[in-house]
């Protein structure tokens, strides 16, 4: 019997998952490839030669539309597109790379898009690749598309669940196919903090990126065995590995139910000290998929995917119908909403900002909010309005200095004014407070202090930020290291300042997520965290189970660490002592058992 092979890359979402792969694309001369199996080649020529059919018809329509329109002259492009469509030379070449190195229909068209490109590079250059290369190779980017489209199509209208893998973790990738379809997501490159794998994070399942060649090695339908904790994916798994597999997956389950058991009690430490665990969602529906009332409230609200959902911006009125479901929904727990967090890797498609040299550097955040101030206003407006309705606070991102904070304040308050005039109900008291995502906003937290009502710490950017690290570039993704000992610093430093100033800190970024940091937050003086829902349990667990005492030693122990793997080491011993204390407490029933190594890992491996 053949073995699995197993394959290490770099966890982004824990879980278990077993089943079949399915290949997405998801960008455009980015065709991936994977090995087909004999029997799937006739499979694979007659895709192609429906795809092919497809964007023939299509053009011929073109065609008919521009000659009645503009004339014969202008339409003939679309005569010769139709030409290079039918040459059989191109058609035999692709068909023969399908057969021959048995590899999927669009890579095949991606081959001969490459080798025409190459040659005609090498024949005239630059000037000839230009203009000619467009018209020769443009139908056929067209059959690439209708084969995607037609596989999304088909897939649409199946129901059997998948492991979906893809070249590169992207926010498309996640959302290709509805959440119930998707088993886990598996990718060859991706940012551990890119937007994907926030996403795949709170939809809960499992996700492993940093396999390079993985699609290679895939067919269409191979079942594969997913684990997000130890970042690996087995290929062709034996009869006994899947299980094995199965009893793995049996047994976590066992383990979550148990923690779900007591979710639902405050995380209080045993010493009495109550740590608020809140959630950070991106739209209403989210709150459908955990039960709220395990939550101390939103501690982040993402609404630019609600902007992303839509066609166009949406109106006051439709915000303020999202943002007072939403606090209807948490039933009188706090909601924070953050102001518009767009640019950079969230783009609206019906808002194009212009393409910059560093967009991480560039025009996003609070600062396309202060720079469109009717954007800003009008969403002040609606969550003002759903103020009225529950305990709503607001939440600017990337804020850089004090003016900018002052800025919304002038906004906000005229808000505030304008909706009473007009007979408009608005809670007395709206705290807004500051993400800390960069270094500066680090170094003038007191300062920031005096306008702020809170604060909220996204280490997702400030990591970035701090290191100079790219969090969405995979070629320095093993640099973006949250435990680097100038991130723990910036983190006590903040929580110190907010203390004395007598506000509430949090953290919202994804590092929090893990139980025994969330620990060394409690310990460092943060009033809470807000993550993934599926995080909840653990860390409410966690906090139980530890004293403030203890935590406050976590905190100092990993705070003073000169490396990152002094951190690490802090943060591992740190869930040892529960594991251990489980297994002393409990009879060896451990709920901690199994959820200790995807940080770790992370790291140790690399990306
Ligand atoms: C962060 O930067 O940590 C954060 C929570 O915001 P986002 O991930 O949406 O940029
Ligand atoms: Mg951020």
């Not at 991936?32 to 799937?40: I, L, M, N, Y």
């Not at 994907?196 to 290679?216: Q, T």
């Not at 990591?463 to 000992?485: I, K």
């Amino acid at each position: 019997m053949a073995q699995m092979r197993t394959v290490k890359g770099v966890a982004v979402a824990p879980g278990l998952a077993i089943g079949p792969v399915h290949v997405v694309h998801a960008a455009r001369d980015a065709a991936p490839t994977w090995s087909v199996p004999e029997e799937d080649v006739p499979r694979e020529l007659s895709r192609l030669h429906a795809a092919i059919r497809e964007t023939s018809g299509a053009i011929e329509q073109q065609q008919k539309l521009v000659a009645q329109q503009l004339g014969e002259r202008d339409a003939s492009i679309f005569g010769l597109h139709k030409l290079m469509l039918g040459d059989p030379v191109a058609l035999k070449e692709v068909e023969t790379t399908i057969r021959e190195q048995r590899i999927n229909a669009e890579a095949a068209v991606q081959h001969m898009v490459d080798r025409v490109l190459s040659s005609l590079a090498g024949d005239g250059g630059d000037r000839v690749r230009g203009s000619w290369s467009q018209e020769l190779i443009d139908p056929w980017r067209r059959v690439l598309d209708a084969l995607m489209r037609t596989d999304k199509i088909e897939m649409e209208k199946e129901s059997e669940q998948v492991v979906i893998a893809a070249a590169e973790l992207t926010p498309q990738v996640v959302t290709f196919l509805e959440r119930s379809r998707v088993l886990a997501v598996v990718c060859e490159t991706g940012g551990r903090y890119s937007h994907g794998a926030v996403l795949a994070r709170s939809f809960g399942f499992p996700c492993v990126v940093g396999l390079p060649n993985l699609l290679s090695r895939l067919e269409q339908g191979m079942r594969v065995c997913v684990d997000g904790d130890a970042a690996t994916v087995g290929l062709r798994p034996a009869s006994e590995d899947v299980d094995r597999f199965l009893a793995r997956i049996e047994r976590r389950k066992a383990r979550q139910k148990k923690l779900a058991l007591h979710a639902g009690e405050p995380a209080v430490t045993t010493d009495g000290h109550a740590f608020a665990t809140q959630v950070n969602i991106e739209s209403v529906r989210d709150l459908d998929a955990f039960p709220f009332n395990h939550c101390d409230g939103v501690g982040l609200l993402r609404t630019e995917f609600m902007y992303m959902e839509r066609p166009q911006f949406p109106s006051e009125e439709e915000q303020y119908r999202l943002y007072r479901r939403v606090l209807e929904r948490m039933g009188g727990r706090p909601v924070t909403l953050r102001t518009l967090d767009i640019g950079n890797d969230k783009q609206l498609p019906y808002f194009k900002t212009p393409k910059e040299a560093n967009p991480a550097l560039g025009w996003r955040g609070l600062r396309i909010s202060l720079e469109w101030q009717d954007l800003l206003r009008v969403q002040l407006r609606a969550a003002l309005r759903a103020s009225a309705h529950g305990p709503l606070r607001v939440l600017l991102p990337m804020v850089s200095s004090l003016e900018e904070v002052q800025e919304v304040h002038r906004v906000f308050n005229g808000g505030t004014k304008q909706l009473r005039d007009q007979g408009f109900e608005v809670a007395a008291d709206v705290p807004v407070g500051v993400m800390v995502e960069v270094p500066s906003a680090v170094f003038a937290i007191e300062q920031l202090l005096l306008e702020a009502d809170f604060v909220s710490v996204g280490t997702n950017d400030l990591v970035q930020y701090l290191l100079a690290v790219d969090r969405d570039n995979p070629r320095v993704a093993r640099l973006y290291d949250p435990h680097n000992p100038a991130v723990f610093a910036a983190l006590a430093h903040v929580a110190r300042a907010a203390r004395a100033a007598g506000k509430q800190a949090s953290v919202c970024g994804e590092m929090a997520g893990d139980y025994a940091t969330a620990l060394a937050l409690l310990g460092m003086g943060f009033h809470s965290v807000s993550v993934v829902p599926t995080m909840l349990p653990e860390i409410k667990y966690a906090v139980r189970e530890t004293s403030f005492v203890e935590a406050k030693e976590i905190a100092r122990a990993a705070c003073s660490q000169s490396t990152a793997e002094g951190v690490r080491g802090v943060l591992a011993a740190a869930r040892e002592r529960l594991h251990q204390k489980q297994l002393s407490d409990r009879n060896g029933d451990d709920a901690f058992a199994e959820s200790d190594v995807a940080t770790d890992d992370i790291r140790r491996e690399g990306r």
